[in-house]
């Protein structure tokens, strides 16, 4: 055997799949040796297995293990599990910064006398471009065809860099623009459930896939049964330099599914309600596992759309069994039949094949859901756990419009008249501005994707069509849908009433929208109107889709369809017509649903393995002639060039000693840069969409020469430090409490002169005086995307510490791993309780004398009047390991030293 194998209990066994010798971790052998792991829930397995294949006795110890085989599901205990994954996962936005570092990082360990290609992926690493396609032309044939070209066109400069690092990088694979998005593509082709390695001739070594994604959303292939989910940029750059990733050990929350869904209910209201119904359980950093006989009930496709949720609702994953249900669509979606063979005959001999039943595992608690009680529903208006029924949608906007007409001292609902393609339509706030079918969430569910094309039959056959206002936005998460969609002949229909496919990626669930129609724009604007989108996304957040639409809301795609036909979410869909005909006849919304056995018949006869394994194994095929055409540098060191506006070499590493760690003082006389209230996102911290031609980056890009015209997105600007600090904050979404007053925007005030300028301008000016920042927020700080420039934009303004009531658990963690301390107040305090207004500085007293996970620390207020205010904070480091990362300054420059550290080691043997 050609790798020398660990083998502690006696656990490394051997069995036979199609002729192949297989070597495993037997958690079996576990139980002989009388460890009783019997009723451990899946995740608890999957970890211990990891633990015992990757121990080392130095990363991974004897003890490691130990403490997880005495998981106690109500204690876990607080010694951190260190984890390494099988894979990595990563989509163009986050995954360009990603790349840009470990450039960097080649270049520092050069500068060492270090091979720069020991900056390599230690695991396979893949990264799907799907974030950066807009739907600039929507509602024509060519749509598709022009935004890719167009995509192409503006990311250029960034694709290039991409197709460097795809020849730089060994074990790292690029999926190019009009594949598809990031978690369809991981679903349908590259997730493999089991891992295998070859051993040597007719031997392998399998063992439980996994993956981390630097992405939130990569929980979705918790649907197939595979353990993963989201962590920041940098994080995830650590785990693909096979570095372990500490957990702490896991409350495993267990949600118990029963009952059989309604007719007419599909899995998008099923995920809103579970949505709805785990955000009230607060699962936040714990692990969800469904079981129960309503697993059964649920396709592949229904549990990927549940599991794609699991940030929503707050948890780390969403995670279903392996079971007769995956082998047949790991079958379906033309994956080996000897992987399939080995998938089944794995986990049998695991123990972990099927679901539970009622009491078969020891959770740390248990939620039941009964699916028979689920209804057809929307989420909405700005946050996706806003379940409303149908016939609460009219009602769910009332507080839109009431918010705005107490700012403009107004009453009622807003009305105007417009001209549009000739035609005289009325807008009243209300409509719906944007109907798309978008987002891997429901695209990757065929069931949903024939549904709404059965629906647009029906509207064909009716002679009804969306209202002229209406933009449609159809973009599917792969050509595998195209290829179904057409074959049915249901991509028709859904042309006839103007979803034209617009691309192969996110669009409108990330906010690349596009343009909407100038007539509807300058009456939003010149109204004030309250413009609605109904989207088949998994966020909602005000301003993420469009700055000029308000309310956004979260429908399954047939329900798209339908409310682009209704034209409005004014109406009560249970019983007022959706539109009505030519002759004036009303349509109703039993008229256009189909029924489930419909929909299930045209899934049958048209999804089948021919459409996965042709569209799969021509990919190089499907590439956009402008993408072979990118001419990209060569070399193992990345030449930097100054012209380049997309990629600029960051500052993050120009401090770096290998030899000194950051010395940690006590934080004295800081400011606030800003005073936040609950759930600030990431989109708030750093938006990814349009960079304004008046704001301190659009101002930047002006003086390189960069037409406004040329701006592209924040998003794909990441590759670019000197844009995205000059982005963070800069959103119309952030409500800054400084001095007494409500500052919108990326403003603040800077002290103690009072005066009022950007948050990157007032950054600046505390830096030239040598003034620490902090951060002061609420609740849920960091909620949404898994954005690492959330961490590394207030890094660079200067941002010692956030202060924050709660965290998101993604972006504490980025916060840690990018030299940020997370700070928490005490229950029962807040920015308000402390009567903080802004104007105060701010000391934090403790940190000089020696860091440990959670310890307490205090503040001390400084009121402008004399006055002291005190109290103690909770030190948000959690672990040992996010100490030692925060000692370096970051993970990376922990993993940095820990590689140079490895090669002088090395070069002082005799």
Known sequence: MAKNLPNLWNTLSTMDVGGIKVRYYSLKALEREGFDIARFPYTIKVFIENLLRNYDGQAITEEDIENLLHWNPKNPGTKEVPIKVARVLMQDYTGVPALVDLAVMREIVAKYGIDPKVINPQVPTDLIIDHSVQADYWGRPDAVKLNIKLEVERNAERYEFLKWAQNAFRNFRVFPPGTGIIHQVHLEHIARVVMTEDLGPGERLAYFDTVVGMDSHTTMINGLGVVGWGVGGVEAEAALLGQPIAVLPPQVVGVYLYGKPRLGVTATDIVLYVTETLRKYNVVDKFVEFFGEGVKELP?????????????????????????????????????????????????????????????????????????????????????????????????????????????????????????????????????????????????????????????????????????????????????????????????????????????????????????????????????????????????????????????????????????????????????????????????????????????????????????????????????????????????????????????????????????????????????????????????????????????????????GVKPSDFNTFGTRRGNWEVMVRGAFWSRGVKNKMGGKVIEGGYTIHWPDGQLMTVFDAAMKYKEENVPLIILAGQTYGAGSSRDWAAKGPKLLGIKAVIAKSFERIHRSNLVEMGILPLQFMEGEDVDKLGITGDETFDIIGLSQGLKPRQTVDLVIHKPDGRVVRTKLLVRLDTPMEVQYFLNGGILQYVLRQIIKRHRQRGAQP
Not at 549 to 577: C, F, H, Q
Not at 684 to 703: C, N
């Open 300 to 704: 592949i496709p229904d549990r990927a759309t549940i599991a794609n949720m699991a940030p929503e609702y707050g948890a780390t994953t969403g995670l279903f069994p392996v079971d007769e249900q995956t082998l047949a669509y790991l079958r379906l979606t033309g994956r080996d039949e000897w992987l399939i063979s080995l998938v089944e005959r794995y986990f049998m001999e695991q123990g972990v094949f099927g679901s539970p039943k009622e009491g078969d595992v020891e959770y740390s608690q248990v939620i039941s859901i009964d699916l028979s009680a689920i209804e057809p529903s929307l989420a909405g208006p700005s946050l996706p756990w806003q379940r409303r029924s149908l016939s609460d949608v009219p009602k769910s906007i009332e507080p839109v419009i009431e918010d705005r007409n107490k700012k403009r001292n107004i009453s009622g609902r807003r009305k105007v008249v417009i001209e549009l393609d000739g035609k005289k339509v009325e807008l009243e706030d209300g409509f719906v501005a944007i109907a798309a079918i978008t987002s891997c969430t429901n695209t990757s569910n065929p069931y949903l994707l024939m549904a709404s094309g059965l629906v647009a039959k029906r509207a064909v056959e009716l002679g009804v069509s969306p209202p002229p206002y209406v933009k449609t936005v159809l973009a599917p998460g792969s050509r595998v849908v195209e290829e179904y969609l057409r074959r049915s002949g249901l991509l028709q229909y859904l042309e006839k009433i103007g979803f034209y496919i617009t691309g192969f990626g996110c669009m409108v669930c990330i906010g690349n929208t596009g343009p909407l129609p100038e007539p509807v724009v300058k009456a939003i604007r010149e109204n004030d109107l309250v413009a609605a989108a109904v989207l088949s996304g998994n966020r909602n957040f005000e301003g993420r889709i469009h700055p000029d639409v308000r309310a956004n809301y979260l429908a399954s795609p047939p329900m798209v369809v339908i409310y682009a036909l209704a034209g409005t979410v004014n109406k009560d869909l249970t019983r007022e017509p959706v539109t009505y005909t030519s002759d004036g006849k009303p349509v109703y919304l039993k008229d256009l649903w189909p029924s489930d056995d419909e929909v299930r018949s045209y899934v049958e006869r048209y999804v089948t393995p021919d459409e996965f394994t042709e569209k799969y194994t021509k990919i190089g095929d499907l590439v956009p002639d402008e993408w072979n055409t990118l001419k990209a540098p060569s070399g193992d060191l990345y030449q930097w060039n100054p012209k380049n506006t997309y990629i600029r070499r960051p500052p993050f590493f120009d401090d770096f000693d290998p030899d000194r760690l950051v010395e940690v003082k006590d934080i004295v006389g800081a400011r606030a840069l800003l005073v936040l209230g609950d759930n600030v996102t990431t989109d708030h911290i750093s938006p990814a969409g349009s960079i304004p031609a008046d704001s301190p980056a659009g101002k930047y890009l002006i003086s390189l």
